[in-house]
């Protein structure tokens, strides 16, 4: 069973930097669609970045130009590169995926969730 992992959250200073990384475990096959969510206190989970099997990107549009997903299958691993932080970017941020992976012989499709990890915008 695939699990997921998210590092690098933390407290910023409005107009920091802050790296997030989501590692996958497991006998990895294929990533499908990945992506990260964020949810701020007393509001519904927004995606925020996406990114296909393909390489198609896409942002939240509160997000455009200063956050960047990327990933590195080789080390099935998925970032999220944020700058230029303001407070309204403060939530617990979550990665997700749809992964196909192999235990015991058998092979399983399905869609995992990280724990999360806070991110806060503060002075």
């Known amino acids: 069973q695939v699990q997921l992992v998210e590092s690098g959250g933390g407290l910023v200073q409005p107009g920091g930097s802050l790296r997030l990384s989501c590692a996958a475990s497991?006998?990895?096959?294929?990533?499908?669609?990945m992506g990260w969510h964020r949810q701020a206190p007393g509001k519904q989970r927004e995606l925020v970045a996406g990114?296909?099997?393909?390489?198609?990107?896409n942002y939240a549009d509160s997000v455009k130009g200063r956050f960047t997903i990327s990933r590195d299958n080789a080390k099935n691993t998925m970032y999220l590169e944020m700058n230029s932080l303001k407070p309204e970017d403060t939530a617990v941020y979550y990665c997700n995926g749809d992964i196909l992976s192999v235990k015991g012989g058998i092979t399983t499709r399905r869609e995992s969730w990280g724990q999360g990890t806070q991110v806060t915008v503060s002075s």
């Open positions: 990114i296909t099997a393909e390489g198609n990107i």
């Open positions: 497991g006998t990895i096959i294929r990533f499908y669609d």
